[in-house]
């Protein structure tokens, strides 16, 4: 038997005696109320700690992942790979060598939103983020991904993506 104090209640797992030689128990014993005792086979519990383990997972890496997230922000003219609107001005004083007119100011692309750009010539392989499509025109070649795979592609953050000054 294995017993965890937790708070106001005590969970507690282990074999049941008399039951078979495969039969678990999980009991969480809380203050006031009646006990709640599940009964499961070793391959039930298995997967009750799959899953359990999988929804913590990916719930501290979303948070992980969102914490370190880089977005597009564009003013209609240029567009930039940053992590918020003040973080968009350092990267345009540093890209442009000038202040960002405050005129026009950032606004976040939708990270799912299909973002497009031309280039006059064929970008290197590792400069394209993963699941982009690429187009030839007679504007040049166009890749389009989504804003979120472009602003955290490896090449592009915190970097001017496109812009009319460049």
Known sequence: MVIQPYQNCEISAGLVNGAGPDTIYLR???DNDKPTTFFMRPDEALAVCYVLAGAMWSDEIKRLVKKNMKHLYTDGFDTV???DPKDADAVFLYAIGEKH???NPWELVPD???FTIVFDDE???EFIPAG????VDDDGILYQATASAWANHERWQDTIICSTEI
């Open 28 to 30: 969480f014993d809380r």
């Open 81 to 83: 790979s940053a992590d």
């Open 101 to 103: 007119n405050t005129d």
């Open 112 to 114: 799912d939103e299909l």
């Open 123 to 125: 970008l290197k392989r």
């Open 132 to 135: 982009a499509q690429m187009i």
